[in-house]
């Protein structure tokens, strides 16, 4: 197993080579374009529920794509990607079948948390219209690889509202282990709330493709 200071990162700036290409799923930049297909996620209450903002009306909306469509290269620690999930093929769902290729689905996040520490963290939203298939587990499962796999990352994690069970159920499926839970750390919505974080390091990622 590589050392610490046998690792190299990518050359910086670090741009990844889009779209990033899952077996259903293209992750690329967001655009201007995209901005109905996100505010159409973005304004529901039931999506910002366990969120840190939203629900959005347009202005909110248009000046979260206007950001987002700038986050698309890491230059240093703290940087951060957003990147639209857009569904190829129209996948399995007959709603989107029925929209043709091409369909935005969600967002996801990769944050370079520390480039000292090859530390970093991922995020995701999604439109629920289109929950069931599996979207968000295939792209964040994308955003691992990228971080352990072209970063040289030792370690990544996700951070979530200790209520948010579906979210959790999703880094489980991935293979994270939940670490920690922070007892009313947040006060969120009138209430205090807690807050539960999941990581992966990685040899427990390239455990899980049998890899050494």
């Keep these: 197993m590589p050392t610490p200071s046998a690792l190299t990162t990518p050359p910086l700036p670090y741009t990844p080579d889009y779209p990033i290409r899952t077996e ?9 374009d995209d901005f109905a297909a996100i505010h159409a996620y973005q304004r529901r209450p039931e999506v910002c529920r366990y969120l840190y903002w939203g629900p959005f009306d347009e202005a909110g909306s248009r000046a979260s794509v206007a950001t987002k469509s700038t986050r698309t290269t890491l230059r240093e620690s703290g940087d951060i990607l957003q990147l639209a999930v857009v569904v190829r093929d129209g996948g399995t769902s007959h709603a989107l079948k029925a929209m043709g290729d091409g369909v935005l689905v969600g967002d996801v996040t990769f944050v370079w948390t520390s480039r000292e ?5 991922i995020g995701y939203v999604f439109n629920p219209d289109h929950a069931g298939h599996g979207y968000a587990t295939e792209a964040s499962r994308a955003l691992l690889k990228v971080g352990f ?3 040289q990352l030792h370690r990544i994690q996700a951070e979530l509202d200790g209520r948010n069970t579906a979210s959790a159920n999703l880094l489980e499926r991935l293979g994270m282990r939940r670490e920690g839970h922070l007892r009313e750390n947040e006060f969120l ?4 709330t807690d807050e539960v974080v999941y990581a992966m390091l990685a ?10």
């Design 203 to 212: 040899r427990e990622w390239r455990a899980q493709r049998g890899e050494r």
């Design 117 to 121: 520490h090859r530390q970093g963290g």
């Design 149 to 151: 796999e072209e970063l």
């Design 24 to 32: 259903r799923l293209d992750l690329r930049p967001v655009t201007h």
């Design 189 to 192: 919505d009138g209430e205090w």
